[in-house]
């Protein structure tokens, strides 16, 4: 059964700074890997997808890396502002028909 | 704008009742999903849906029940037998294949007492 963990759970930093959201999944026959961005009270906003063949993808100030054969991926934020504040979330879909796996999301603030 | 629209934004209702939230997409995507999330649990996979008049269970299907009767319609029923039916509820659709972000609605807040 695949498990896909997210640590910290919380993240603070001032604004400015560059920073990097870890992502790890137990089962590496992955399909495709998502991030994902939810504000309070929202529903979640696609950021990037990867596919199980890429290696990274680039959105803007956003980056995210794939290591399958690690189980993990990396969410790249350059020169983070307070608007990057929110809950980021990855999730790994196994299978072309099977269903995604969410990490629990790390929740990142970002001080003016 | 093409979107998921899901209605109500906030629900309540008593014990004992039945009720059905809506979820309605116009980006012509074939497959539709229903999550629930809680604080500090993530997301749970309800039900799913990848083509109409079709529907599999996800991970905690009991006490839900869905219909797919139009491509642009997903209703997820939270039923009396839900032990604890009070979360939030997210809609999601997407079209098949390796390039397809899910995209979901805003969700609806269904609170219980």
């Known amino acids: 059964k695949q498990e896909v963990t997210q640590i910290p759970a919380a993240l603070s930093v001032p604004e400015g700074e560059n920073l990097v959201l870890n992502c790890s999944f137990t089962?590496?026959?992955?399909?495709?890997l998502q991030w994902f961005r939810q504000d309070p009270g929202k529903g979640l906003t696609s950021l990037l997808l990867?596919?199980?063949?890429?290696r990274e993808q680039t959105s803007g100030r956003l980056n995210a890396s794939l290591d399958k054969s690690s189980g993990r991926s990396t969410l790249y934020i350059a020169a983070s502002q307070p608007g990057d504040s929110a809950t980021y979330l990855c999730?790994?879909?196994?299978?072309?028909?099977?269903?995604?796996?969410f990490g629990k999301g790390i929740t990142l603030s970002v001080r003016p | 704008d093409g979107g998921i629209t899901q209605s109500p934004k906030y629900l309540f209702r008593k014990e004992g009742q039945n009720v059905t939230l809506s979820c309605e997409q116009n980006?012509?995507?074939?497959?539709m999903y229903w999550y629930r999330q809680d604080p500090g649990q993530g997301l749970r996979l309800i039900y799913y849906?990848?083509?109409?008049?079709?529907?599999q269970k996800g991970d905690i299907a009991e006490g839900y029940s869905v219909s797919r009767e139009k491509k642009e319609s997903f209703p997820l029923t939270v039923t009396s037998a839900q032990k604890n039916p009070t979360a939030f509820y997210l809609c999601?659709?997407?079209?098949?294949?390796?390039?397809?972000?899910?995209?979901f609605g805003n969700g609806t807040r269904l609170t219980v007492t």
């Open positions: 999601a659709s997407s079209t098949t294949g390796d390039l397809s972000p899910l995209h």
């Open positions: 089962d590496s026959a992955i399909y495709n």
């Open positions: 990867i596919q199980s063949s890429q």
């Open positions: 999730a790994v879909k196994t299978g072309a028909n099977s269903k995604l796996t």
């Open positions: 980006l012509n995507h074939d497959a």
């Open positions: 849906s990848q083509i109409v008049n079709d529907f």
